[in-house]
């Protein structure tokens, strides 16, 4: 689990992403697929737990993504904060709307 606090921590994941430009498929508003080098689907799932912005990745056996295991940002996540900034910000302004 990745514990997410500024851009700059995931900066350079960020732009490995911008590079690869792994398929990202939303799932939920705060799920997504996104697809790994051997072609499988990893799931990023974001949370919002005790003020504190969440990041989790597990591979399509069920298991950690190795840099997400280890607190590191993956080009996974990397990939998905993107869709999921522009998500948040389409729900809030939802919420506001109504
Ligand atoms: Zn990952």
């Known amino acids: 689990m990745l514990i997410l606090k500024s851009a700059a921590q995931i900066k ?3 732009e ?3 590079q690869l ?3 990202v498929r939303p799932v939920e508003p705060r ?3 996104v697809r790994n080098s051997e072609g499988g689907m990893n799931r990023v799932q974001f949370l919002f737990v005790n003020g504190q912005r969440l990041a989790t990745c597990q591979r399509p056996d069920a298991t950690p993504c190795p840099a997400n ?3 590191l940002a ?3 996540v990397a990939a998905s904060v993107g ?3 522009v998500t948040m910000m ?3 302004a939802r919420a506001v709307a109504a």
């Open 74 to 76: 993956c080009v996974h």
């Open 83 to 85: 869709h999921h900034i």
């Open 21 to 23: 430009k792994p398929l």
């Open 31 to 33: 799920r997504y697929l």
């Open 12 to 14: 350079n994941q960020i």
């Open 16 to 18: 490995k992403a911008r």
């Open 90 to 92: 389409e729900l809030r």
């Open 69 to 71: 295991q280890h607190g």
